[in-house]
């Protein structure tokens, strides 16, 4: 079946603009991930939801940045008054059901939107 | 979750074994060791995990010291596919997000 879907795939704001950024998981899957990666980085977490409920927004660096999974599928992470610094790759994962170490549901990730302001 | 250190980079032949080591020396006992890679500018893969006891799948070896202070991730037979980074990640049971380091970026060659 199809795979995790990120849209749009690349998009370039400027500064002071607000960014919509999107992730269609695997159909059925319960948790959905986000995920930012700079240049010559490992994926840093941001946020993560089981279905609706957003459990965990530790990741997200300041206030511009919120997410929301209104009906437990479709996702949206939104960069307020972008900044510089916010340019990389957005993924997106998702898993069946919710990961922890010990049942490693896998994450399966998209292909990621690269955001660059300007 | 403990700390994790990689080497940043490493060569292999292809159809020889690559062998991936890990340290995490301040590892507790209820952590796991998790691999992923990431090729080019794909999104990561899982490719294997361990709590104790060494693992196999169809992808890759785990090999993890009596003391749990290090691992190797192994695979017996390197291909061009596999040149990627690999993401060695250290996490309790009850975590629910992965931590990334910077990881090894593995280059295999003719």
């Known amino acids: 079946g199809a795979g995790v879907s990120q849209s749009p795939r690349y998009k370039v704001t400027k500064r002071g603009q607000d960014v919509a950024l999107r992730c269609d998981p695997i159909?059925?899957?319960?948790?959905l991930y986000w995920y930012r990666q700079a240049l010559g980085q490992g994926p840093e977490f941001l946020t993560y939801?089981?279905?609706?409920?957003?459990?965990?927004k530790s990741g997200l660096p300041n206030d511009r940045f919120s997410a929301e999974r209104p009906e437990g599928s479709i996702s949206t992470l939104t960069i307020q008054r972008t900044e510089q610094r916010d340019s990389a790759m957005y993924r997106c994962a998702s898993s069946l059901f919710p990961f922890t170490g010990t049942n490693n549901y896998e994450q399966y990730f998209g292909p990621g939107t690269r955001l660059t302001v300007t | 979750d403990a700390k994790t250190t990689q080497p940043p980079s490493m060569d292999c032949a292809e159809g020889r074994a690559a062998n991936l080591p890990c340290n995490h020396s301040?590892?507790?006992?209820?952590?796991?060791v998790y691999w992923y890679r990431q090729i080019h500018s794909q999104g990561p893969q899982y490719i294997i995990h361990?709590?104790?006891n060494n693992e196999t799948n169809e992808m890759a070896s785990l090999i993890i010291t009596e003391d749990r202070k290090s691992s190797t991730l192994i695979l017996p037979h390197a291909t061009l596919r596999d040149t990627a980074v690999y993401y060695c990640?250290?996490?309790?049971?009850?975590?629910?997000?992965?931590?990334f380091g910077t990881g090894t970026r593995l280059q295999v060659t003719l």
């Open positions: 301040t590892i507790s006992g209820n952590e796991y």
């Open positions: 990640i250290v996490i309790t049971g009850t975590a629910s997000k992965l931590t």
């Open positions: 159909s059925g899957h319960v948790s």
């Open positions: 939801f089981n279905y609706e409920a957003q459990q965990d």
């Open positions: 361990g709590l104790k």
